[in-house]
């Protein structure tokens, strides 16, 4: 029994103290070194490397936008011409350009010309009983002047209507209205209408039908021509167009009176 104890407590011993000494704290590693060892090195950390500091912009600036690369001008296209700044009024484009063939230009002479078709009626009466001449007449007016503008023009103007049609005055004859007179003339530059007056002195004429040989003639009376029309531009400074007609005459002769009234359409061309 002894010796069986005696065994047991030769095993059970060096278990036990195996054991022991796995339980118990390694040296050095509750935070105090223990005694007789070494101490042991902590590697320190690599040196920072020499790097520039990087500057931020502040909160408030924008970032800058990034410009479009700049096209070179090829050598084929021609240098921009260098000049004098224009100058203008304010609110209104400027331009450099010069007066072109094309844009009316103001010389200061005015001249009209207007020929035309027209119905005249002449009466009055002979030998104490009336009579009346009337039907188609042939007609032309040419005046010269002085215009101060675009808009208005003054000059002495020499218009006359032959009548086509007998006269009842005479075997073969024809009657002829001449007239001279003040022609006062407004254009209406932008739509190119034009409104002419003529004051004049007139006198009937009996002529020849066919050669104009003139037979007697009345008194100088009172005359009034009236045209309104439309002229286009052909030129810098000619214009071309047509317009109404509107004549009246009165004269007397040998106690007697003569009155005259007519209208036609005319072709007018004009200077201004």
């Known amino acids: 029994m002894r010796t069986a104890s005696l065994v047991l407590c030769l095993l059970v011993g060096p278990v036990a103290a195996q054991e022991a000494g796995s339980a118990s704290p390694v040296p050095g590693t509750s935070g105090a070194p223990a005694a007789g060892s070494e101490p042991v090195e902590v590697p320190a950390p690599p040196p ?3 790097t520039p500091p990087v500057v931020e912009p502040p909160a408030s600036a924008p970032p800058a936008p990034i410009a479009p690369p700049v096209a070179e001008p090829s050598s084929s296209e021609a240098p921009a011409a260098v000049g004098p700044p224009a100058t203008g009024q304010p ?3 400027v331009t450099t ?6 844009q009316h230009q103001h010389l200061g002479l ?3 010309i207007d020929v035309g078709a027209a119905y005249l009626r002449t009466t009055g009466s002979k030998g104490g009983s009336s009579f009346a001449t009337q039907g188609a007449a042939l007609g032309v007016g040419l005046a010269v ?6 808009d208005w023009a003054l000059a002495l103007e020499y218009w006359n209507w032959r009548s086509l049609s007998a006269s009842g005055l005479g075997p073969d004859t024809s009657l002829e209205l001449q007239a001279l007179g003040l022609n006062v003339t407004r254009y209406v530059v932008p739509a190119g209408v034009f409104a002419s007056v003529v004051v004049s002195g007139t006198r009937l004429a009996i002529t020849d039908a066919g050669d104009y040989v003139e037979y007697g003639s009345s008194d ?3 005359g009034l021509k009236v045209l309104l029309g439309k002229e286009w531009p052909v030129s810098s400074w000619v214009r071309l167009g047509l317009a109404g007609e509107l004549f009246l005459s009165v004269n007397r002769d040998g106690g007697q009176t003569l009155r005259t009234l007519g209208a036609g359409l005319v072709f007018s061309c004009s200077g201004l």
Do not use: K, Q
């Open 48 to 50: 920072a490397r020499d």
């Open 91 to 93: 609110g209104r484009a």
């Open 97 to 102: 350009a010069g007066v072109t063939p094309e």
């Open 110 to 112: 005015f001249f009209h």
């Open 145 to 150: 002047g002085w215009a101060p503008n675009d």
């Open 220 to 222: 100088i009376g009172f």
